[in-house]
């Protein structure tokens, strides 16, 4: 656009119409009446988008209500997000509480929160060190989770998935300290299936886990193994049935 656009701000109670703008602040309890287009969007406050959102960077550190979908380059949430539309972002960094009606496409996402997703989830890398729960399937290049709640999806696929407790191969003095704090609050990865070509698994439930070369670490609960090059079980897990392809 030739024109500049304007930067807009609520601090207490009130409402922005929708448009184009440079940057929206909400502090207060404001609302978008409207599809928005802004390079940025920050809400502190209680804020409401009821149209389309498309922004170059959205930052939500209070509650933040979308109730169509979002386009960002990135989006970051530390405090409380609902969307019940589509989100496509390009990197999306979670701390605080986020939930989608519908799916995620990113390149990038971080999840060190609680992440609630009512479709799936693609992405170029997936790491996590908080909670999820992904209703359909949870897909990316790269998935490293570091369970810190209950992760669970109904299904995962990857080249290379890792999934392990902090400290699994950490080495030193610290080595018992990191150990002793991933048990007291580490939680654990539930899937109906998880698919890769490369797999490692600690404290994991699946019906089923099929890959290329797999190792199930301690602490698993795998009802079938399929594998097509190797296979390697930690003696503190259990596999019910393995067959190689």
């Known amino acids: 656009m030739s024109e500049e656009r304007q930067s807009v701000s609520v601090s207490g109670a009130g409402a922005i119409a929708g448009g184009s703008y440079s940057r929206v602040s909400i502090s207060g309890a404001g609302r ?3 599809d928005l287009y802004a390079e940025e969007l920050r809400m502190s406050g209680a804020g409401r988008v009821n149209g389309h959102c498309e922004v170059v960077q959205l930052t939500v550190s209070g509650t933040g209500r979308f109730e169509k979908g979002i386009v960002a380059d990135e989006m970051r949430v530390s405090g409380v997000a609902r969307v019940d539309g589509l989100v496509k972002v390009k990197e999306l960094k979670c701390s605080g509480t986020f939930r989608t009606a ?8 971080k999840v060190s929160g609680q992440l609630h997703v009512d479709g799936d989830v693609e992405s170029e890398i997936y790491r996590a060190s908080g909670g999820f729960d992904i209703r359909g399937l949870l897909s990316a290049d790269r998935i490293e989770i570091h369970p810190g709640g209950r992760c669970r999806a109904a299904e995962i696929g990857g080249a290379h998935i890792d999934v392990r407790r902090y400290g699994s191969r950490d080495r030193g003095i610290l080595e018992s300290v990191i150990r002793a704090l991933s048990s ?55 596999v019910g049935k393995r067959t190689k392809n």
């Open 32 to 34: 978008v009446s409207g």
């Open 184 to 238: 007291a609050w580490g939680g654990e990865v539930e899937a109906k299936v998880i698919e890769g070509d490369e797999i490692y698994l600690e404290y994991t439930r699946a019906d089923v886990v099929r890959g290329k070369t797999i190792e199930i670490g301690p602490h698993c609960e795998i009802g079938h193994v399929e594998y097509t090059e190797s296979l390697k079980v930690h003696e503190d897990s259990n």
């Open 102 to 109: 519908e799916s995620i496409s990113s390149e990038y996402v």
